[in-house]
């Protein structure tokens, strides 16, 4: 129905940078939201950041004013750039859309790209 292919993840030092791609494709009728999760080893999942379709954005506190999440909706494409990074940033990022498919509104999930982020 949805898949969701996401690219960019790797290795890189404290202070480099990185940027995610997420792109989603299959029956879309509509998008209401994209984003980004990450799950460190022995944690939770948790949000990193979300953008919605108007172009509303929400940041974990931690990564406001290092990460910034844009989306190209003619793509059904999320991004999220991500600056200054640091060892704690380390995990799995998950990229999640919401949206209408199949008759019905629902989330739909990425495999993870894993992020390392050396000290």
């Known amino acids: 129905q949805v898949q969701l292919v996401e690219s960019g993840g790797g290795l890189v030092q404290a202070g480099g940078s990185l940027r995610l791609s997420c792109a989603a494709s299959g029956s879309i009728s509509s998008i209401r939201a994209m984003g980004w999760y990450r799950q460190a080893p022995g944690k939770q999942r948790e949000l990193v950041a979300a953008?919605?379709?108007?172009?509303?954005?929400n940041y974990e506190d931690s990564v406001k004013g290092r990460f910034t999440i844009s989306r190209d909706n003619a793509q059904n494409t999320v991004y999220l750039q991500m600056n200054s990074l640091k060892p704690e940033d380390t995990g799995i990022y998950y990229c999640?859309?919401?949206?209408?498919?199949?008759?019905?509104?629902?989330?739909?999930w990425g495999q993870g790209t894993q992020v390392t982020v050396s000290s």
């Open positions: 999640y859309v919401y949206c209408y498919a199949a008759s019905s509104w629902g989330d739909y």
């Open positions: 953008i919605t379709s108007g172009g509303t954005t």
